[in-house]
């Protein structure tokens, strides 16, 4: 009597963990048993009962069910799962009858809240290499390197970039470039986010010995879905600038400036068949000075990939500046074939 007892218990308490247990159910009719470890841009971790952690394309996903309470960006409270209507999330938090929907491909932070509370983060990273040597009847070298790096923790996302170039014609003295940015985002809402960005460089060719911004302000995500994603971005910036004047100019001139201004940004991608992505982004900055300065910087392109983590990317990069230095142009126009390692 005993043994049967302890052996009904026991089938009840596994009828339990497998009721508990989540499922999450992919395009193609497969069905994964387990719970929910963390998300990423692009990946759900799942913890399968029968096959370990499995890294899942967000874009593969038909619908999740758990029923572990969970954190979801721009919630204080614990969240909870509905059924997912195509790729729309729908859950509840706090408030049962108040559900709300969000595109899965837009959440950045997914988990369970008692990991939330504990501290978890994701990271992915950026390298982008191109450069020229040629000799002969034309002497020059030129070498670029980017780089990006994210790290994010529940609602904040630290952002760190940085590009370095070297460039020199005919054994000419080299021109090198190079800035380095760092921003921090925290995600307040299921759109909205505060952002807060430090950037310095040095820009000779354009007549800048260095210059430094310090920016705040609130973004707006409006949709990032399979296809296309689009941001918003507007604040306040104090930008900092001192020149390089030519030694033979003759004249007056000052050699830095630092004014006011008010910015703006956009970020655009747009999936194209057979793999091929088109990106576009620039940036605006407007004094408000009673001389106003208008600079404005574009970066469009197209990246296709080549093998695994392995990206080719062809990009134009376009500059504008309404109040250049003297013997300096106001425009400035680059296009640029590299090739890029994506983690």
């Known amino acids: 009597m005993k043994k049967s ?13 497998v009721a508990l247990a989540g499922v999450v159910e992919l395009l193609n009719g497969d069905r994964l048993e387990g719970e929910l470890v963390s998300i990423d841009e692009e990946h759900l971790l799942w913890r399968s009962t029968n096959f370990g952690e499995q890294q899942i394309k967000k874009t593969n996903i038909k619908n999740i069910q758990s029923d572990v309470a969970l954190k979801i960006n721009g919630n204080k409270l614990p969240c909870h799962l509905q059924p997912m ?18 595109s899965l491909l837009r959440i950045k932070t997914l988990m369970p809240y008692e990991e939330f509370k504990k501290g978890s983060y994701t990271h992915q990273g950026r390298i982008n290499l191109w450069g020229a040597y040629s000799r002969g009847n034309e002497v020059r070298d030129e070498w670029n390197a980017q780089g990006e790096f994210s790290l994010r923790r529940n609602d904040f996302r630290h952002l760190f970039g940085g590009e370095f170039s070297r460039a020199s014609w005919n054994y000419s003295r080299p021109q090198k470039r190079w800035n380095s940015r760092y921003a921090l985002d925290w995600f307040f809402g299921e759109h909205w986010f505060w952002y807060n960005s430090v950037l310095a460089g040095a820009d000779p060719q354009r007549g800048m010995r260095t210059y430094q911004r310090f920016g705040s302000g609130t973004g707006y995500q409006f949709f990032d879905n399979k296809t296309m994603a689009l941001s918003l971005r507007s604040g306040l910036a104090l930008h900092q600038e001192s020149y390089q004047l030519p030694a033979d100019l003759v004249g007056d001139y000052a050699l830095e400036d630092d004014f006011m201004a008010l910015g703006m940004a956009l970020d655009f991608r747009y999936n194209l068949p057979w793999g091929v992505g088109f990106f576009h982004n620039n940036e605006l900055l407007q004094s408000t000075e009673q001389d106003p300065n208008l600079q404005l910087k574009t970066s469009t392109g197209l990246s296709s990939k080549i093998l695994e983590r392995i990206y080719s990317e062809f990009k134009i990069d376009y500059w504008l500046d309404t109040d250049p230095q003297p013997t300096r142009q106001d425009k400035d126009t680059r296009m640029s074939l590299g090739v890029s390692y994506k983690w």
């Not at 302890?6 to 963990?17: H, R, Y």
């Not at 729908?90 to 559900?99: K, T």
């Open 85 to 102: 209507d195509a790729e729309f999330l729908r859950y509840h938090c706090g408030d049962p009858n108040r559900i709300k929907r969000a």
């Open 5 to 17: 007892t302890s052996l009904i218990v026991l089938l009840l308490l596994l009828q339990v963990d």
